[in-house]
């Protein structure tokens, strides 16, 4: 079982200061010359030490050290497999062999990894690279305000993540995970904002976060964003990565942005939505649509022209990567996409087929 996961998840044999030397302003010899072309074609005339990754996840085990925890169901090959596999598979994307001192492993490579994955602008003799947004995550609540552990799939602290970003400043921008249940949501939203925070994330898939809800505590928590003109990262689309304890990809529906959208806060919707269908609610019927469309539809719409974006993460993978040619299509729409990666997702092998993408690449010459 190990050797199929280390194959689905990634069998790296070199580190992150084999891609760029940062002493010596150049790609790594130990990259065959049709990487470092390609390498160098992708960097061409980009000022590097700009580029910000507003989708970087955070994965923690240590809940003693870091606060972080996982469902321990995926820690169990005996009782649960499947979840066992999953768990390792990840763990291989991200360059780890074990389950042990994860945090701070996960941390250190992923430093590695932003100050070596490309040219650097110089100054002063130094290479100045940019930054990854790194994701807080909170854990599921009840509607009574309580914390729902049994649902929680995995939970990343905003205090641990500002701590990261603390230790790591030139590598590292913090972002904080609210629940609107939490009895000290809006003053979790005041504290974190306080410290510079700019940026919330949800996942309501998997934190059981309706963002339509009729519940006054959206209300209160949409105001509040608004009023400390925070943006939100939402997540829409279906979810396949944090699904152990609770799953409901209705949760997803595109549609569903329209009311933080309308109390007029800004909204960056993860993924472009380039996963799944969702009934549409404008139709009667109740038809199941593309959410791909309902997500353009949203953009489209005039009035949420200065509220709603779009963060690019996770579109080069096998299953999204079918709507990259019509979202290039869609060229009015391009001044209102971020770029973002969803690591460590883009790194685990099984979700990325080159053969799509060479395709793909095909298609835009023929374009």
């Avoid at 947004?133 to 854990?139: E, G």
């Avoid at 009574?144 to 590598?171: C, F, I, R, S, W």
């Avoid at 139709?283 to 649509?289: E, S």
Wanted: charged share 25%; glycine share 6%.
């Amino acid at each position: 079982m190990d050797w199929l996961c280390r194959k689905l998840g990634g069998t790296f044999p070199h580190e992150p200061e084999d891609i760029y030397d940062t002493e010596k302003q150049q790609f790594s010899q130990q990259l065959s010359e049709q990487t470092q072309g390609l390498l160098r074609r992708i960097f061409e005339g980009i000022d590097t030490s700009r580029i910000v990754d507003y989708h970087t996840h955070m994965i923690g085990l240590n809940e003693k050290q870091t606060g972080c925890r996982m469902d321990p169901d995926m820690f169990n090959p005996w009782r649960h497999p499947f979840k066992y596999m999953k768990a390792r598979i990840f763990m291989y994307g991200t360059g780890l062999s074990s389950f042990e001192n994860t945090d701070d492993l996960y941390v250190d490579r992923l430093a590695r990894l932003i100050k070596h994955s490309a040219p650097g602008k110089e100054a002063n003799g130094k290479s100045i690279h940019g930054q990854n947004c790194i994701l807080a995550f909170d854990q599921v609540y009840t509607d009574k305000g309580e914390p729902d552990e049994a649902h929680t799939t995995m939970y990343v602290p905003n205090e641990y993540v500002y701590q990261v970003a603390q230790n790591h400043p030139k590598e590292f921008i913090a972002t904080c995970s609210v629940h609107p249940f939490r009895p000290d949501a809006l003053t979790e939203l005041d504290r974190c904002w306080e410290r510079g925070i700019r940026l919330i994330k949800w996942l309501p898939n998997s934190m059981n976060i309706n963002p339509a809800d009729p519940d006054s505590r959206y209300d209160s928590f949409y105001e509040k964003v608004k009023e400390l003109d925070m943006y939100m990262l939402i997540h829409i689309g279906d979810e396949h990565s944090v699904t152990s304890r609770f799953h409901d990809d209705t949760l997803g529906n595109p549609l569903h942005l329209r009311k933080p959208l309308e109390k007029g806060v800004k909204v960056i919707a993860a993924h472009c939505a380039t996963e799944g269908y969702s009934v549409d609610l404008d139709d009667d019927a109740g038809n199941r649509v593309e959410n791909f469309e309902l997500f353009l539809r949203l953009m489209h719409h005039p009035e949420y022209k200065d509220k709603l974006f779009a963060d690019i993460s996770a579109t080069i993978t096998f299953s999204r990567a079918v709507y990259l040619p019509r979202l290039l299509e869609e060229t009015d729409l391009h001044s209102r996409l971020v770029f973002g990666t969803d690591y460590p997702v883009p790194a685990i092998n099984v979700v990325v087929h080159t053969s799509k993408l060479v395709k793909f690449v095909n298609f835009l010459v023929y374009l």
